[in-house]
């Protein structure tokens, strides 16, 4: 899995109009499931995300989660972020999970992060959505699954 994680003062995202999913503050994850990712590796994600220090403390130090901060998640399925344009100006997605996984590990990420106490709101998988994000900081972290396991007491 894939996730480009941004701290904002607020997300919505849109469907033929239509408001989806918005959050007043917090994280906004683009979320890409690759072929050889499973329910194991969305859950890992969530965790990893539900539990990043991004956010100001009483000393504008970011040592708090999204739950010290409480702010919402936005999730919103994007599998471009498993574009590779090596071999010319079009990207190939091959790299990307065929689709019935990718809408089931989607929802798996997202109830993983449910589970953990957090307000989630999303987009609709498979549809041409409008995003409007305004970030905070900026603060933008790029993640992924196939990085080396973290520390438990890395800071």
Known sequence: MRAVVQRVSR???????????????????????????????ADHLAERIATLRVFGDAAAKMNL????????????S????????????????????????????????????????????????GAHMELEVVGDGPVTIVLSSDEPPWEADAG
């Not at 239509?18 to 990712?37: E, F, H, M």
């Not at 994007?78 to 065929?98: E, I, K, M, N």
Request: with cysteine; glycine share 12%.
């Open 11 to 41: 997300a919505e995202v849109r469907v033929e109009g239509r408001v989806t999913g918005s959050i007043a503050g917090g994280l906004c994850v683009l979320l890409a499931v690759g072929p050889g990712d499973s329910a194991e590796t």
């Open 65 to 76: 989660d999204i739950s010290a901060s409480k702010g919402s998640v936005l999730v919103v």
């Open 78 to 125: 994007q599998f471009t972020l498993y574009a590779d344009s090596s071999r010319g100006h079009r990207p190939s997605f091959v790299g990307a999970a065929a689709p019935a996984l990718a809408a089931e590990l989607c929802e798996v990420f997202v109830e993983a992060l449910r589970k953990r106490g957090l307000r989630v709101a999303t987009g609709e998988f």
